[in-house]
């Protein structure tokens, strides 16, 4: 069982490149906060997580806030999980050029090559992004850094997998029909990827969401319990199920995760909730019962403790959002 495909497939991500450069040294831009760039290119109000991929020379990245560069070398994938404005370059300081001001520049030329710099050493690199639920996201993006780096050239599948997406940016034809649609599930190969490499190589003392996964009775426990939320589970059954002791199960789950199986399935259970509350038209008797409540008033209460406000206001309330976002990037009204 795996546990990260079925938060996944909850998750619903999906995947696009936007950015094909070449630039040269000394080059040094900043990218804007995700939630910037989401108006352009996931206009839902769905949560934007940003990579880029060096195939060729090297440079460096950090978050905005933290001027602290990494590293960065022909093979890397630099991921910005939740979001935040960074900066990338390479060669001596130069005053970054502020993406933000270009960005309908930047998406009207698709994945054109684009060329800058000072005439120094290469550094070729793609750019993309995933779109993801904001809320169910959480489950595994909460347990990583705001910047993480993975070398994906080391074993012969990673080299597929760039060498694929590669040649598939380097082939971008607006008039091929399918070519999008490669390159998204491309997209979201490289950050499934990247997220498995990451956990790999997690130091063995590390806890959290992602180190649990690794652990074989903690990640065998969530997969069961992401498999089947609505399923009437208890300690015992959980633990029945995965093959230890409840005790044994309880104090690994809590070593990892900071709370009780049974807690973390409530929790998972409120927040698929929220996301059929946003996305169907389903009634909220109906939701309570696929996510596991015996009864509407039950998932109702549950609900406003954690959200601050019962099922059907939180729907209206994301209704309205919603639609503030649509009239926002299209305030005319005209159809694309």
């Known amino acids: 069982m795996d546990v990260l495909s079925e938060v996944l497939k909850a998750v619903k991500l999906d995947g696009a490149m936007f950015y094909n450069a070449e630039f040269s040294a000394p080059w040094c831009f900043r990218s804007p906060a995700s939630r910037t760039l989401a108006p352009y290119l996931s206009p839902d109000s769905r949560h934007l997580i940003i990579f880029h991929l060096l195939t060729e020379g090297r440079g460096y990245a950090h978050v905005e806030e933290d001027v602290r560069p990494v590293p960065l070398t022909a093979g890397d994938i630099v991921i910005f999980p939740h979001g935040d404005p960074h900066i990338m370059g390479n060669g001596s300081p130069v005053k970054a050029v502020d993406n933000e001001q270009e960005l309908q520049r930047i998406l009207s030329e698709g994945l054109k090559l684009s060329r800058q710099g000072g005439g120094g050493e290469i550094t070729k690199f793609i750019c993309g992004y995933m779109a993801c639920e904001p809320h ?19 074993d012969t599948s990673g080299q597929w997998l760039e060498n694929s997406l590669r040649y598939s940016v380097g082939n971008a034809d607006a008039s091929r029909p399918g070519g ?22 997690l130091p063995q003392e590390q806890t959290g969401w992602l180190a649990g996964v690794r652990d074989p009775e903690v990640g065998k426990a969530l997969a069961l319990l992401h498999r089947k939320p609505a399923h009437p589970w208890t300690i015992a059954a959980l633990a029945n199920e995965v093959g230890v002791s409840r005790s044994v199960l309880a104090e690994r789950f809590r070593r990892y995760l900071s ?35 015996e009864s509407e008033p039950s998932f109702n209460r549950a609900f406003k403790r954690t959200f ?17 976002a649509v009239r926002h990037e299209n305030p005319r009204g005209v159809i694309a």
């Not at 169910?136 to 080391?154: D, Y």
């Not at 990827?193 to 956990?199: D, F, H, K, P, W």
């Open 259 to 293: 709370e009780t199986p049974i807690a973390y399935l409530t929790g998972w259970r409120l927040q698929l909730g929220a996301q059929k509350l946003k996305s169907t038209s389903s009634s909220v008797a109906q939701i309570a019962a696929e996510v596991g409540y």
């Open 136 to 154: 169910l996201s959480q489950v595994f993006l909460g347990g990583l850094p705001p910047i993480l780096k993975v070398n994906i050239r080391n």
């Open 308 to 324: 601050g406000l019962p099922p059907a206001r939180f729907r209206s309330q994301s209704k309205l959002a919603r639609d503030r």
């Open 180 to 201: 999008a649609a490669v390159l998204a599930k491309l997209s979201e190969a490289l950050f499934v990827e990247t997220l498995r490499r990451y956990i790999a190589l």
